[in-house]
């Protein structure tokens, strides 16, 4: 018998080798595609999920304490502004998710979490929601020379976080990741001024960024303006006044857009406005006043839109009123008025609506600090109810995150600097309680995100420009520490976006309008010189802007330019 012989039996070719591979590789390609975004969405899903819950842990802290938490410690516990920790209310987190940080702000608090390259952010009124690097856009040059040439970008979104670098980077290859100088976040670039009434004096910016109001003393008037969310631009309303009482001072709108309240010093009342929130425009209430005590300066509106508080200055008291949020009418509470110091000149509300603080200038020199009954929004004085400030202070301001309070001394010619108990509302003076700013300080304020502060020099006609530290709350003079504003700048205000600020000039009859650096909108740019690294005249450039946030760095689309 003959044995089989297998010898001749066709074998795989080439080809078909090379067809299964092939196949094999695809399949294998798309195992591992469908894993990574299986394994991604999950941990999408598990940070939404920490967040939630960690989310649930501060409002039940809340509940319990009256405040949120002031930090989370390094077991993850909640702690209070004076470093009590609460073991009780600790946050869970499931496989690598981390914390990256946890703010207060104006409306409540901010948490960020983050897996790998995964980062999510979760308020205490929204979803969580997923954060990207920076995006920038419009790469720009100008005033090009044979020797160099200021190089910029716009910065289209922070992609949800703070941006706390910005800059430019060139060079003679495509893409330059070197050659990078950066920018200071919060340094203000002029884009102009435009036209206000006589002796503007207070300031305001809707939430909306749409609309900027100002205050005319002389003109009894208030300027009305759109405001171009991405330019900064400001123009005026077709009908760009309405009038007011006699020397209109302090201004304020309510926190959902609709009414603006200004306050008349001569005539010893508040003008009541309603806005249109499509338009801008102001509109007097039927009844278009109500009374104060003696000369009204201060102004502000509590971040729950209840109750209207007006400083007033020679009245040395605080008028108290509630607010209907259907028709932004005012009523004066029961008990209409509360003591101050001598000459309180303006007034601020915590962000967690639980605080108030008026700043009394000469003699007394102090801050009067008051709790607020946040059902009633009567204010009362704390145990210890004032705190000295520098000399003669004009303006009070407290941060977005609610644990720090700065003062504008206008014959100090300096900033007073505090911490705030977010559980008892007293102030402690930092250990470095002041710094040094211009003639004549009138107003201070802070930009939404914490880091920078901003304040008016009547006497030198300039912007003092800080950096804040948002852990303690001191300022820092940035390295080009003031930009020129109109003659006499009183009041700034910075918009919610971080993108724009503009300043009164009482003696220039106008408003200086300022791109921010670091907010979204904002245009950076940065002065190039070839000559220093050497590159002959006619060489082409590649050139492009950068933000970092905490996710990353994000660069622009890159452009070219060619030396003369």
Do not use: H
Not at 169 to 196: D, K, M
Not at 288 to 314: M, Q, R
């Amino acid at each position: 018998m003959k044995s089989k012989n297998n010898s001749n039996k066709p074998a795989f070719t080439i080809v078909e080798l090379l067809v299964v591979i092939v196949v094999i590789g695809i399949l294998a390609a798309i195992t591992i595609i469908s894993y990574t975004g299986i394994s991604k969405k999950a941990t999408e899903v598990s940070l939404q999920s920490d967040l939630s819950g960690a989310s649930r842990q501060i409002e039940m802290y809340k509940t319990d304490n009256g405040y949120y938490p002031s930090t989370i410690d390094g077991n993850k516990c909640l702690v209070d502004a004076v470093g009590v920790v609460d073991n009780r209310y600790c946050l869970k987190f499931s496989g690598n998710n981390q914390l990256v940080s946890y703010d207060i702000t104006s409306t409540g608090f901010r948490l960020v979490f983050k897996n790998g390259t995964n980062f999510y952010a979760k308020t205490e009124s929204t979803n969580a929601v997923a954060l990207t690097a920076p995006v920038l856009a419009s790469p720009t040059a100008s005033s090009i020379t044979s020797s160099g040439a200021t190089i910029g970008a716009t910065i289209q979104s922070d992609g949800g976080a703070a941006i706390t670098v910005t800059g430019t980077c060139w060079g003679t290859t495509n893409n330059p990741t070197t050659n990078c100088s950066a920018l200071p976040v919060g340094l203000l670039t002029s884009i102009g001024s435009v036209a206000a009434g006589t002796s503007p004096y207070a300031i305001v910016i809707s939430r909306d960024g749409n609309s900027v109001y100002a205050t005319n003393m002389t003109s009894n008037t208030v300027s009305m303006y759109n405001r171009n969310t991405t330019t900064g631009a400001l123009t005026a309303l077709a009908t760009p006044t309405i009038g007011t009482g006699a020397s209109p001072r302090g201004i304020t709108i309510s926190p959902d857009g609709s009414s603006v309240y200004v306050t008349n010093f001569s005539q010893s009342t508040i003008s009541m406005y309603s806005r249109n929130t499509t338009t801008g425009a102001l509109t007097a209430l039927a009844t278009p006043i109500i009374y104060a005590d003696s000369s009204p300066l201060g102004l502000t509106v509590s971040t729950d839109g209840k109750n209207v508080y007006a400083a007033n200055a020679s009245g040395t008291t605080i008028s108290m009123y509630s607010r209907n949020s259907t028709t932004g009418a005012l009523t004066s509470l029961a008990t209409p008025t509360v003591a101050t110091g001598s000459s309180p000149y303006d007034i601020a509300i915590s962000p967690d609506g639980l605080s108030a603080y008026v700043v009394n200038a000469s003699p007394n020199n102090t801050i009067s600090m008051f709790n607020r009954d946040s059902g009633t929004g009567a204010l009362t004085a704390l145990a210890t109810p004032t705190i000295s400030t520098g000399a003669s202070p004009y303006s009070v301001f407290v941060s977005p995150n609610g644990l720090s309070v700065y003062t504008a001394n206008t014959s100090g010619a300096t900033i007073s600097m505090y911490s705030r108990d977010a559980g008892t509302g007293a102030l402690t003076a930092l250990a470095t309680p002041t710094i040094a700013t211009g003639l004549t300080p009138g107003n201070i304020k802070i930009s939404n995100d914490g880091l920078s502060a901003y304040a008016t020099s009547f006497g030198s006609s300039n912007i003092y420009m800080y950096s804040r530290n948002t852990s303690t709350g001191a300022l820092t003079a940035l390295a080009t520490p003031t930009i020129a504003s109109g003659a006499g700048s009183r009041n700034i205000a910075v918009s919610f976006d971080g993108a724009s600020a503009y300043a009164t000039n009482g003696s220039g009859n106008s408003l200086s309008m300022y791109n921010r650096n670091g907010g979204s909108g904002a245009t950076i740019g940065m002065p190039f010189s070839s000559a220093r690294v050497s590159i002959p005249s006619g060489t082409t450039i590649n050139y492009r802007g950068y933000a970092i946030n905490v996710v990353g760095t994000g660069y622009s689309p890159e452009a070219t330019f060619t030396t003369l």
